[in-house]
């Protein structure tokens, strides 16, 4: 294991540029099942700037190799674990964009699957000098153990509103598709259960997100998000539906996913302008 002083990487950044053409957010409206948006719709900016790695820079789990402001972490699997999404301004169709990814914070924890290092990534998009999102996006880097042990229980709850999802494998590879993620989690199975032990594929976190703002929106159609908030606290896998659940607030709502079992798996606040 080679030690990595947090102090020599936080504040690194850099930036990435993306045109936004309207034919990715009109296949992600097709797969959500809505009409097309007039433009890009919260979440969509998971869309933009797809990984640019060469095939030859391919990790064997699916991943481009850690490069960048990521440093060389020696742990070999990575999950999404959460974010806080800002919502400043819509970002239209057919226009240039620019992301600055800042790496904000970083340390390392023991927790039931071992050594765990946590990373989190400042992402701000802008339209010209116009700041249009921004995305502080916390994943997880663990050991390759701990995935055929059984979750514990977790967290039941009542929903106002719910709504179930069909985790299909079309289902995972169009998301896998529209945001040009190779992880193998997702739609190889053999890879998912025998080389990192989980009972089947894996349904990804930012589809997890995407599919509770979208529940918010057809119950709230009218009202604009300002923010957006959430925690992954279980996976959730293809083996059965799942829920998309919410409950109104004042301020906007609380929301998250319910595995197979009815457990949260994930869990958000929605904030309105």
Known sequence: MTAINPSDWIGRSDTSYDFVARGPFDRLAAMLDRAHAHDVPPMGHLLCFPPMAPQAEIGSDGHPLRAGIVP???????????????????????????????????????????RLVFLTVRYDIFVGDTLHVTDE???????????????????????????????????????SALTYNAHRIHYDRDYAVKDEGYPGLVVHGPL????????????RPHDKLASFTFQARRPVFDLAPFTVNLVDTDTGADVWAADGDGYVAMSGKISVA
Do not use: C, W, Y
């Open 72 to 114: 060389p972490i020696d742990l070999p699997m990575r999950m999404a674990a959460g974010s806080r999404v800002m919502f400043h301004r819509a970002i239209p169709f057919g226009v240039d964009i620019r992301r600055v990814a800042t790496l904000a914070n970083l340390s390392e924890k023991t927790g039931r699957t071992g």
């Open 208 to 219: 997890l997100a995407t599919l509770l703002v979208d529940h918010f929106r057809r119950h």
């Open 137 to 175: 996006m916390d994943v997880v880097f663990r050991e390759r153990s701990g995935n055929a042990q059984p979750l514990p229980p977790g967290e039941r709850r009542e929903a106002q509103v719910s709504r179930t999802v069909a985790p299909t494998a079309a289902l995972l590879f169009r998301f």
